[in-house]
């Protein structure tokens, strides 16, 4: 059968199914916000509701709620207090939030090299990278594929650090019957419009340590306690302005309700399509870790091209022709190959804090080609179909099948 690409009959025509599950069920909420007249936390219901439920639904004692996925993960650090160029070792496949997160704090960030099967960060690397400085490690579950967290936990406990799991994109993924985002130290998630569920933006950040769930707590409110904005005022420690407002919380309760369906069918289509993709010469489906649950906010392929005999490039080109959406890749390159990190230039035209003399000459990181090899070839060999929870297994197969044509043709 000739591909659409090349002049073919295109596999399917009506398009894939999309959106998110957004209603009346947020308009309620929200409505009661605007009827209200208190759209900021202080003297709201809403956000000390969404933080007390998502907590609940976790399982966890401590919540607190942001304005991004990114602040989520900075309030983490930061509520950890590490010093100034202390070392935070994290994955080279992940958005910039993640590192932006280290760097607001004036600390380094490390990268440790993936697993080529499950694109995740490499507990080995993870400790062949621990230095004198490193204070915490920073998993990412891409894709909502869980870290092998076992083994990244031993390692922690060895050397005595901190756990921050970045959650984004594993709303309900689960390693060997535990929530990711409750089996380090701390959990942050993002509520932005291409998670599991989304408030437009927003983040979360979970702990069961009292003293960590406090000093969070602090820190995404200028290192105010007093959320009741009565008498006087007192700073305990420094922190950021990062409050969640009402009418984000009112949209985060009623995606809440939805949390557990939406990411079942996640989990549902991504492994009906992953079964379905077996044994084609050359392509490789995701593989997750054992007894782990995988949410697939992203579906990635692998493909050997040689074996495959087409490019990633092509066959993205190659599946969007044939009526399915797909891109080539992911980010491009590893986070710290692009011009924001390999220039080190963060603030002004100093290279602080990677030239300071608290850091030392002795401790440079190399931003640069070869860092995280097995990183570097899993983004140059991937493509990444989507699923979501609107998926029938009609829509499944039809996916299926066009993978399978293109790999006939290649």
């Known amino acids: 059968m000739k591909l659409a690409i090349d002049g073919g009959t295109p596999l399917r025509t009506e398009p894939f199914p999309s959106g998110k599950d957004i209603g009346e069920e947020e308009l309620a909420l929200v409505t009661e916000v605007i009827e209200s007249r208190q759209l900021c936390l202080y003297g709201g219901e809403k956000v000390p509701q969404f933080e007390a439920q998502f907590a609940q639904h976790y399982g966890v004692k401590h919540c607190t709620a942001s304005t991004s996925g990114t602040s989520a993960l900075h309030v983490a650090v930061g509520g950890i207090n590490p010093n100034p160029c202390d070392e935070f070792i994290t994955a080279p496949i992940t958005d910039m939030g993640t590192i932006i997160a280290i760097l607001g704090q004036n600390c380094i960030p490390v990268f440790a090299d993936i697993d080529p099967d499950t694109y995740n960060v490499s507990p080995a690397s993870i400790e062949e ?33 901190y756990v921050i799991e970045d959650t984004s994109q594993a709303y309900g993924t689960m390693h060997k019957g535990r929530r990711c985002g409750t089996i380090g130290h701390i959990g942050a998630f993002s509520l932005q419009q291409s998670k599991h569920i989304t408030t437009g933006d927003g983040g979360l950040t979970i702990t069961d340590d009292d003293e960590l769930g406090k000093r969070i707590h602090l820190f995404a409110n200028k290192g105010w306690p007093n959320y009741s904005a009565r008498g006087a005022r007192d700073y305990p420690l420094f922190g950021f302005c990062y409050r969640m407002t009402e009418l984000t919380a009112a949209v985060g309760l009623a995606q809440l309700r939805k949390l557990d369906r939406i990411t079942a069918a996640h989990n549902w289509a991504g492994d009906l399509l992953t079964e379905r993709l077996q044994g084609i010469p050359g392509l490789t489906p995701p593989i997750t870790q054992p007894d782990g649950l995988h949410t697939y906010w992203l579906f990635p392929l692998r493909m050997d091209e040689e074996k495959f005999g087409m490019s990633n490039e092509r066959f993205a080109e190659a599946v969007r022709a044939e009526g399915a959406p797909c891109s080539a890749g ?48 899993a983004l140059d060999e991937m493509a990444c179909l989507w699923v979501n929870q609107h998926f029938t297994e009609k829509d499944v197969q039809d996916m299926a099948e066009i993978v399978h044509k293109i790999a006939e043709n290649a």
Do not use: W
Not at 142 to 155: S, Y
Not at 339 to 367: I, M, N, W
């Open 330 to 377: 992911y980010i491009g390159y590893p986070i710290f190959m692009y011009e924001a990190l390999r220039r080190k230039q963060v603030y002004g035209d100093t290279l602080f804090p990677f030239d300071s003399q608290e850091y030392g000459s002795d401790h440079e990181v190399p931003y640069q080609p070869g860092y995280c090899p097995e990183a570097e070839k």
């Open 129 to 161: 990278r621990i230095t004198d400085r490193t204070v915490g490690i920073i998993p990412v579950h891409l894709f909502g594929n869980p870290c092998d967290m076992d083994a990244i936990m031993e390692i922690a406990g060895k050397h005595d650090l």
